[in-house]
């Protein structure tokens, strides 16, 4: 059964900070990787989506890396703003016919302090 | 406007209720999703409607009954819940096309409270 595993569960850096968020997988065989940032009372928003083959996606000030074979993912982010501050979901999709279904860690809430 | 539209946002009912959430996307999506988040867990995938497929996860209850009438639109059916099941609700949708993944889009979800 696959496990995704989030670190730091929080997080608190200054306005204008570089930082990392670190996400874990215990089955490498996966479909894709997403991040999502979740505010408040709110759903989630995908933030970037890594497919397998893949070794990273750019959007922006967000850079999310993969590392497919020790099952590890992170999020930089650049840069960061007050209006970064969220919690950050990450989650996997199987592979083969569940690739749709995806698999959440518990997430990082990141304050960014102005 | 997030495309999915969750209704209601928040909902306090007994034990002995029933009631339902309804989930609409206006995205032109193939694939509706349910998931409950409770507090200090992950998401958690309840049911999956996809090209008029449906997919459960096993150990949802039976007093939660989805229904899908069609690619736009998805309810969760509830029935004498327990207070466990107080948590915020979410749906989702997504195109699935073989060969390529789509990042899910979410609703702002239905906060459930049993009393």
């Known amino acids: 059964k696959q496990e995704v595993t989030q670190i730091p569960a929080a997080l608190s850096v200054p306005e204008g900070e570089n930082l990392v968020l670190n996400c874990s997988f215990t089955d490498s065989a996966i479909y894709n990787l997403q991040w999502f940032r979740q505010d408040p009372g709110k759903g989630l928003t995908s933030l970037l989506l890594i497919q397998s083959s893949q070794r990273e996606q750019t959007s922006g000030r967000l850079n999310a890396s993969l590392d497919k074979s020790s099952g590890r993912s992170t999020l930089y982010i650049a840069a960061s703003q007050p209006g970064d501050s969220a919690t950050y979901l990450c989650?996997?999709?199987?592979?083969?016919?569940?690739?749709?279904?995806?698999?959440f860690g518990k997430g990082t809430k990141l304050s960014v302090i102005p | 406007e997030t495309g999915v539209t969750q209704t209601p946002r928040h909902l306090v009912m007994g034990m002995t209720n029933k009631k339902s959430l309804k989930c609409e996307q206006h995205l032109g999506h193939n694939a509706m999703y349910w998931y409950k988040q409770s507090a200090k867990k992950p998401l958690e995938l309840m049911f999956v409607?996809?090209?008029?497929?449906?997919?459960e996860n096993n150990s949802v209850p039976s007093r939660f009954s989805p229904e899908c009438p069609n690619s736009s639109h998805l309810f969760l059916h509830l029935h004498t819940l327990q207070p466990e099941d107080s948590a915020l609700y979410l749906c989702?949708?997504?195109?699935?096309?073989?060969?390529?993944?789509?990042?899910?889009?979410f609703g702002d979800g239905t906060r459930l409270s049993i009393l």
């Open positions: 989650a996997v999709a199987g592979d083969g016919a569940g690739s749709y279904q995806l698999t």
């Open positions: 409607y996809s090209l008029e497929e449906r997919v």
């Open positions: 989702a949708s997504s195109q699935r096309r073989t060969g390529s993944a789509q990042p899910q889009h």
